[in-house]
């Protein structure tokens, strides 16, 4: 079965330093991959999605994320952390069938909340 | 119209009470969801609506009622909870078969007393 990972349940950086959140997913066929980001007690925003078009994929507020099929990954990454920026981040697949068609709903992961020091 | 609007935001209910969760979107999709999300985990899917008719259900108490009125509606009857059931309720929706993600909606904070 499809499973996500993010390392690191909690990463913290100071204003200004690079933010790097990991996500690696288990399957032989990559499936459709998205970052989610949750502030406090709001519903979940997309930040980014990947659906096998480019391996760099940019998103909303400077993040963006790269696909490498060599490694199972589709880590997060901003150069320059924001204090608003403090949130849980959550990797999440669509599994993919042999010949590409989704094949399943939304998995998680089991989150990283990011927190920014000033 | 880009949402998924949730109402209400926070209910109170007790355990014999009978409640309902709406949500409800206008982007034309035909597949909708409830997730559940307790404090500090993910969300845990527990219905797929697609094409107004249910498709999945991840095995959810009966005490959970989802109802698809029509493709703009979703609702989630409550009846006769568990304070264990206290979460964070969150619909979304996605396009039937093309896989941009899920749009969420923010929410409803529910408290069983």
């Known amino acids: 079965a499809q499973s996500v990972t993010q390392l690191g349940s909690h990463v913290s950086v100071s204003e200004g330093a690079l933010v790097l959140l990991r996500c690696n997913y288990s399957?032989?066929?990559?499936?459709?991959l998205f970052w989610y980001v949750q502030y406090p007690n709001q519903g979940l925003q997309l930040l980014l999605k990947?659906?096998?078009?480019?391996?760099l994929v940019k998103g909303i507020n400077g993040f963006e994320a790269e696909f490498k099929k060599s490694e199972t990954s589709f880590h997060l990454t901003k150069p320059s952390a924001h204090m608003s920026d403090a949130a849980e981040y959550f990797c999440a697949v669509i599994p993919r069938g042999a010949y590409g068609g989704s094949q399943g709903n939304l998995i998680f992961g089991k989150g990283t909340k990011l927190s920014v020091k000033p | 119209d880009t949402e998924v609007t949730q109402t209400p935001k926070h209910l109170v209910m007790g355990m014999t009470n009978k409640k309902s969760l709406k949500c409800e979107q206008h982007m034309g999709h035909r597949a909708m969801y409830w997730y559940k999300q307790k404090a500090k985990k993910p969300p845990e899917l527990m219905f797929v609506?697609?094409?107004?008719?249910?498709?999945i259900n991840e095995s959810v108490p009966s005490r959970f009622s989802p109802e698809c009125p029509n493709s703009s509606l979703l609702n989630l009857h409550l009846h006769a909870l568990q304070p264990e059931d206290s979460a964070l309720y969150l619909c979304a929706s996605s396009h039937e078969g093309i896989n941009y993600g899920y749009t969420f909606g923010s929410g409803t904070r529910l408290t069983v007393v």
């Open positions: 990947y659906t096998s078009a480019a391996t």
């Open positions: 609506y697609s094409y107004e008719k249910l498709s």
């Open positions: 399957s032989s066929v990559p499936p459709y």
